[in-house]
């Protein structure tokens, strides 16, 4: 058959969600033949459409449906109901990433065994290996056109890059370079090359930074076995009395509700959104919802260990001016607990326009030290800090007691950092102003963590059924034709950015399904 | 013309740079003085006048309002500044960012109360340090002071996170700190200095 598909067709995998995970696993499986239906709940914008203007973009792009937040982080104050800066478009997040691309460490894949247990940290090691990655990562990376792999060249570093690397010779870190970055340097697959235009995250007007939205999307969809139906929110994942999951509900732009039969559901909402539907499917059958005999469901919530420098300097930067993100430090992404601290962190430079600094710099301040940064915005330089945060079975997303727009729980974000994600980023914060202090900054300011980008762990993987939610291929422990194809997947959240191994996991997941497809297993 | 000369929105303060608008609010100033001269009312940044006008003392900019007093309006300006002190921005930016509270008030009574009442609060909390109001007070620390004094409450809170988007979201402000915004028109920044540094 197809595409389009009928609602009552139970022969089609249906994958909610058309971000990193379910974008690439649409195109994946529609290449071999199977048929898909996407389901995704915002619209579809393309690169002509895409603002570069930071608040209208982000009124355009954001994920602004209800949310609440709770715990002690900083982001429940300043941003309540703003956990999270993801989109909600055809493409998902990797509309608004910045497009680094970098492997998770093999140690980072045995962090119980290489770090030891933490106390409060539910560390686990992943069922997988780096090994069992390697193939996949390969092909992710040729797939995105990543930077410094395939011999495709790294981009040109622009005047943040510059900064950065001038602080680093100085301080004697020995891997500063423009990154490892699906953004391409060079016109490859049918997209042209990087013009320097400071917009990344306001999805790439020139198509030259990988996004599911131009990439896996059309090509999915060329194959005739892919059906992207935008504009459709899923409500809830049903299950047929056996325990096997037969359909999943979900309501169109004007409010209309339908039930998309299915053979296979694929789970790709992002890790706030994912534990949600699952919980809000709760059944008499499953009465704490999907997939969670385990109780593990929602819990491990990990948002990486975030923080940026940003300083002043006496001459123009123009930070702005160029690619968001490439660069970066990788020397303290190592495993030394020499530092205070297990994992380890990387640092990769970062501008924001003058409309998101003066919402981020330093939420809530006012006066003059506040203003007078403002009044150096032309001379400044910034960075990111990124970093393994310890999974905490009490961080959690949880069912809250405000609605959504369709009268359904909205999430709830729980969030306290752990006393090592604290060391971790005093350690990333002395280390970022000492970059930039040896070439000559005259102000510094650590400004604190953004409402949450990377989202992680909330359906985590495991080897035993009893410890978490899906098995190494995102397959729910409990349901078989149930999967999780996203970043909820994540055991432990690793310092690098997230969504190469998001791809990666969904190119092997796709493999996977297509066997236990085959052979009738599901 | 004289009307539309009064009620120019400061939405846009690239179009005071137009002449003949800015001709006409010569006449609004002569207006505008002789009215302070009888009252003997001079607020800080904002002047107010007759019933629903204020006005920049140098006729930069002039605000209709809709709801709030006149004076509450330029409590508003004055208050904007000193959340927000950027000295090389004209009063007609923070004028700007704050204007859209007007509009709420017109159509909100409880809010409404909530400005009017934090405006009267400043100012007697100035009297109370022996200054004639809250714009009357002469140097940025002394109202700054009586800021801290209310920075936990609604009123206070509501203003700073207005400004946050309405002062920083206009495309006059980029310019002023040195931020060319969207490039993509121009073919990026390729060719226009993404990678100019030249003193590392």
Redesign the interface.
Known sequence: MTAPYEHNDDSVVVIIGTGAGGGTLANELAQKGISVVALEAGGRHLPPDYINDEWASFGQLAWTDMRTTSGSWRVAKDFANLPAWIVKAVGGSTTHWAGASLRIQDHEFRALTEYGSVEGASLMDWPITLKDLEPYYEKAESKMGVTRTNGIPGLPGNNNFKVMKAGADKLGYKNCHTGRMAINSQPRDGRTSCQQLGFCFQGCKMGAKWSTAYTEIPKGEETGNLEVRENAHVLKIEHDDSGKISGVLYADKDGNQHLQKCRVACVAGNSIESPRLLLNSASTMFPDGLANSSGQVGKNYMRHMTGSVYASFEKPVNMYRGTTMAGIITDESKHDTSRGFVGGYEMETLSIGVPFMAAFLNPGAWGREFSAAMDSYENMAGMWLVGEDMPQESNAISLSDEKDQFGLPAANVHFDDHPNDVAMRNHAYQQGMAVYDAVGATQTHPTPPYPSTHNLGTNRMSANAADGVVNGFGQSHDISNLFVSDGSQFTTGAAENPTLTIVTLAIRQADYIAEQMNADAI | MKTETRTVPVASPVSFTDRSSADKRGELYKLTRRQLLTRGLVLGSGLVVGSSFIAADNAAWAMEVKALAPQTMATLVQMARD????DNFGDALYANAVKGHDATAADDAEFLSMIEGGAKQLDAIAVENGNSSYVGTGW?ADR?AILKTI?SEPFFQTI?GGL??G???QPE??NL????????EK????A??????N??
């Open positions: 959340i927000y002190p950027h940025e700054v920075e700073r946050v988007v002062l920083y979201n402000v980029w700190l040195g931020y060319e915004g969207s490039s993509y073919g990026g920044y390729l226009r200095g993404f990678d100019d540094i003193w590392l």
